[in-house]
């Protein structure tokens, strides 16, 4: 007769005796605590300062330590930072990981079912890089943000468009208006200059087109209303260019108030060349972010394949400089949204998939992953042979998943980055190949020859 499971009647126990939950809208804050903590344990806040500052002080009084709170838009980001500066540990949740049960649903619920949940110890914080790093990414996210806006000006709803309007094909003999020709261009037909040749003559050396191509594409008709159209679109780009400009400044002066870690000049662990000096990007900082970067890190991330300066600072204010977060290289995958989700049924694998997230360096990893398919590294060489299998997106996915790995692998042991040639790692798979070949021709019964050349 088989055996009968054994079924307890387990009990819950408050893991946090001291929590909170707190439930936030755009006017108005819900808070609940312990019932024994006050005779009116749920109460409303409204959200501005003096608000805040009385919740805060309720809570205290109340002999709260930790507060969970439900991540909605940017609301949650005001009484965090007050919660955190007044000693509190704060738990900010993925809204997804506590649906309220069936039935009504309201704030005052919700405030008590994150009360209930963070006292069972059932709540986990989403991750959240240390104070000085979160600053460095609201810089970064701005910087992005003006980049975004100043190239809506050099696209076809605006510079584009004023230049086709006078038939100034401009576009088909440059690749980026925005470019040094493209700009000098543009500067001297606001200015007044309509004479094709002599805008010609303000080509850059290395531009791939000749002076007579470009002055046959400047050959236009010149009606006012449309220069000045190109000329206020003009003046919005060089805004946001200064714009940048402060950012970057104020992004340098966060660098220095960072504790180095690391010294670049250090003669037994140097820096090392710049491995892509030749690399240039209009938006790139200008100022040296490598040498800033390798004082945080010890460890020079450039190296790796794909990634560059700029999507380097934005992976470390995503990420930290601390991967003792994650326990192995396959949690970092998998917060980074790059490990596939297994559907399991049975001790069957039913489907296989990656899940949707919003992970910013994961993205990052994504766009690095993307130009490392037509280098000739060995990253390189996995791109394409995933790509043959899988397909494009499963191809980028997978190399983002294997940067990952290898970014990990760098910042928890300290490794410099020893990439290998795209024949090396041929050869390598193709052992790899013959192994696999032989254990299955051994399983079977067979030998595997070389074929006699």
Known sequence: MPSQPTVTNEVWSVVNPN??????GASEIWACVPADRDPNPVRSFGTFTPDLLALVAWLKACRITTVAMESTGVYWIPIFELLEEHGLQVYLVNARHIKNVPGRKSDV??????QRL???GLLSASFRPEAEMVVLRSYLRQRAMLIEHRAAHTRSEHMQKALQQMNVQLTQVLSDISGVTGLAIIRAIVAGERN??????LRHGRCQRSAADIAKALTGHYRPEHVFALKQALALYDAYTAQLAEC???????????????DPDDPDAPLGPDPKINSHSKNAPDFDVRRQLFRLTGIDLMRVDGLHVS???QLLAEIGTDMSKWPTDKHFSSWLGLAPHNDITGGKVVRSRTLKNHNRAGQVLRVAAQSVGRGKSALGAYFRR???RLGVQQAIVATA????????QMLKHRQPYQPLSAEAYTEQHRQHEINRLKRQAAQLGFTLQPQPS
């Open 19 to 24: 929590a909170a939950g707190l439930d936030i």
């Open 109 to 114: 619920q919700d405030c008590q079912w994150i």
């Open 118 to 120: 963070h006292s069972y």
């Open 196 to 201: 094709p040749a002599k805008l010609a003559q």
């Open 248 to 262: 970057d400044h104020q992004i340098e002066q966060q660098y220095s108030t960072f504790k180095p870690r690391y």
């Open 311 to 313: 999507s380097v600072q």
């Open 386 to 388: 995933m790509r043959a």
């Open 401 to 408: 998943h294997k940067l990952a790995r290898i970014i990990y």
